[in-house]
């Protein structure tokens, strides 16, 4: 079955960067689309990008452009985003989910604190 | 972006009860809404998709309706695990965006 797993948790100060993990499997890896998602501590879900598994193409909330980079390796079935000049804001869970939003990983607890 | 704006923000009820949900768009979102379910600690769980269409698994007490710009997620009668927080996404125009969501909450 269609599975995603993320990298574990990170603790960060601020001006860092971080760069996470989504490893796929159960399917085609490059067949689909992989978005990722983050959720602040009593927030909503807030859509951040995709990145077209196959071609390597990405899409950017404008919200994030500039600071998030999502990549690819297809030979791991991996998907990875990076997040630059991380703030106090950008505390939060960072889930990577299937182009349907029907499969999701565990999520990724990123916090930013001097 | 569009905006969705859900109510309640919290709804109270008991198990065997119906629930109702409700999802308002700033704009129309044709039929690319979806529900989400999510506990504590857990990463969202897709319930419906394109208005309606229930997911792989997911039980016929769960149903959605609507259109244009406005959504209902209707839990038949309440089980035990229904008690969570729903979102609802729209997929019709970049950036996806979601609600801010309903908690359901026993009474």
């Known amino acids: 079955q269609v599975q995603l797993v993320q990298s574990g948790a990170e603790v960060k100060k601020p001006g860092a960067s971080v760069k996470l993990s989504c490893k796929a499997s159960?399917?085609?890896?490059?067949?689909?689309?992989i978005h990722w998602v983050r959720q602040a501590p009593g927030q909503r879900l807030e859509w951040m990008g995709w990145?077209?598994?196959?071609?390597?193409?990405?899409k950017y909330s404008q919200n994030f452009q500039g600071r998030v980079t999502l990549t690819r390796d297809t030979s791991a079935t991996t998907t990875y985003m990076e997040v630059n000049s991380l703030r106090s804001g950008d505390t939060a869970v960072y889930y990577c989910?299937?182009?349907?939003?029907?499969?999701w990983g565990q999520g990724t607890l990123v916090t930013v604190s001097s | 972006e569009i905006v969705l704006t859900q109510s309640p923000g919290t709804l109270s009820l008991s198990p065997g009860e119906r629930a109702t949900l409700s999802c308002r768009a700033s704009?129309?979102?044709?039929?690319?809404l979806a529900w989400f379910q999510q506990k504590p600690g857990q990463a969202p769980r897709l319930l419906i998709y394109?208005?309606?269409d229930r997911a792989t698994g997911i039980p016929a007490r769960f149903s959605g309706s609507g259109s244009g710009t406005d959504f209902t997620l209707t839990i038949s009668s309440l089980e035990p695990e229904d008690f969570a927080v729903y979102y609802c996404q729209q997929r019709s125009d970049w950036p996806v965006t979601f609600g801010q969501g309903t908690r359901l909450e026993i009474k």
């Open positions: 704009q129309s979102v044709s039929s690319y």
């Open positions: 159960g399917y085609t890896f490059t067949r689909f689309p």
């Open positions: 989910a299937t182009v349907n939003f029907d499969s």
């Open positions: 394109d208005v309606s």
């Open positions: 990145i077209n598994a196959g071609h390597g193409n990405t």
